[in-house]
């Protein structure tokens, strides 16, 4: 059975889109904080190297002679990460708000 508001509007349509906006708005709360630990990582990675290639020499010390760590690709790495988590952040954080003022042009 279907109800009708007072302006006409149909209540399940409204509560589809309530529904929709709060997952929406959860989905990219949790995207955008469990973004910001990822980005802290990269930041970490790239500004306190000295323990992370120590990191690496330990762990090439733990694997032995047969497996090789190539220090270069995982500094690299770095850097992926440092960018690839930006984006995730600023995309959540766009979406974040775009839903909040349903704007047309952040959906």
């Given at each position: 059975?279907?109800?009708?508001?007072?302006i006409?509007?149909?209540?399940?349509?409204?509560?589809?889109?309530?529904?929709?906006?709060?997952?929406?708005?959860?989905?990219?709360?949790?995207?955008f904080?469990?973004?910001?630990?990822?980005?802290?990582?990269?930041?970490?990675?790239?500004?306190?190297?000295?323990?992370?290639?120590?990191?690496?020499?330990?762990?090439?010390?733990?694997?032995?002679?047969?497996?090789?760590?190539?220090?270069?690709?995982?500094?690299?790495?770095?850097?992926?990460?440092?960018?690839?988590?930006?984006?995730?952040?600023?995309?959540?954080?766009?979406?974040?708000?775009?839903?909040?003022?349903?704007?047309?042009?952040?959906?």
């Amino acid at each position: 059975m279907v109800y009708r508001s007072s302006i006409g509007k149909c209540l399940g349509e409204d509560m589809r889109k309530f529904i929709l906006k709060r997952t929406l708005i959860i989905t990219n709360f949790f995207i955008f904080i469990l973004g910001i630990p990822v980005f802290g990582l990269g930041i970490w990675v790239l500004v306190d190297k000295p323990s992370f290639l120590t990191l690496f020499e330990e762990a090439k010390s733990v694997s032995g002679p047969a497996h090789s760590f190539d220090v270069e690709i995982y500094s690299a790495a770095a850097y992926i990460l440092l960018v690839v988590s930006l984006l995730v952040v600023l995309v959540s954080f766009f979406g974040f708000y775009g839903v909040m003022e349903e704007s047309k042009c952040m959906r």
